[in-house]
C-alpha cells in the first residue's frame, strides 16, 4: 500500500524559507520519478517540481523556479523540497506525489498517488 506522509509546512512571513519532507512507503521508491504538486486556496492542483529517480534530473514550474530546489533521499525513502524567498503567491497545500509507474520522468506531470498534504502559508 502506497503511503506518502509530507511535513514541514507552516507560516511563514515573506522572504521566509521552509523545507518539507515526505516519507514514501510502500513501493520501490528509489526506481520512481517524484514531483510536488500544490493547491491554492480556491484553485485546482499545480504542478511544482518533479525529480528523477536517482535525483540527478530535476524539473521545476517557472513560478518557483530559483527558488526552491527539489531533492530525494533514496536510502531513506524521503523527498524534499526547499523552498527559499517565498512569496504570498507560494500559499498552498503543498502535496507529495508518485507517478503511475517507474517509467515516468521528472518532465511527466501525472500521478497516481498524492500524500495529505503540508499547508504552507505565507503571510506577514
Known amino acids: 500500500q502506497v503511503q506518502l506522509v509530507e511535513s514541514g509546512g507552516g507560516l511563514v512571513q515573506p522572504g521566509g524559507s521552509l523545507r518539507l519532507s515526505c516519507a514514501a512507503s510502500g513501493f520501490a521508491f528509489s526506481t520512481y520519478s517524484m514531483m510536488w504538486v500544490r493547491q491554492p486556496p480556491g484553485e485546482g492542483y499545480e504542478w511544482v517540481s518533479g525529480i528523477n529517480s536517482s535525483g540527478e534530473k530535476t524539473r521545476y514550474a517557472e513560478s518557483v523556479r530559483g527558488r526552491f530546489t527539489i531533492s530525494r533521499d533514496n536510502a531513506n525513502n524521503i523527498l524534499y523540497l526547499q523552498m527559499n524567498n517565498l512569496k504570498s503567491d507560494d500559499t498552498a497545500l503543498y502535496f507529495c506525489?508518485?507517478?503511475?509507474?517507474?517509467?515516468?520522468?521528472?518532465?511527466?506531470?501525472?500521478?497516481?498517488?498524492r500524500g495529505q498534504g503540508t499547508q504552507v502559508t505565507v503571510s506577514s
Open positions: 506525489a508518485k507517478p503511475p509507474g517507474p517509467t515516468y520522468e521528472e518532465s511527466d506531470k501525472v500521478y497516481s498517488s
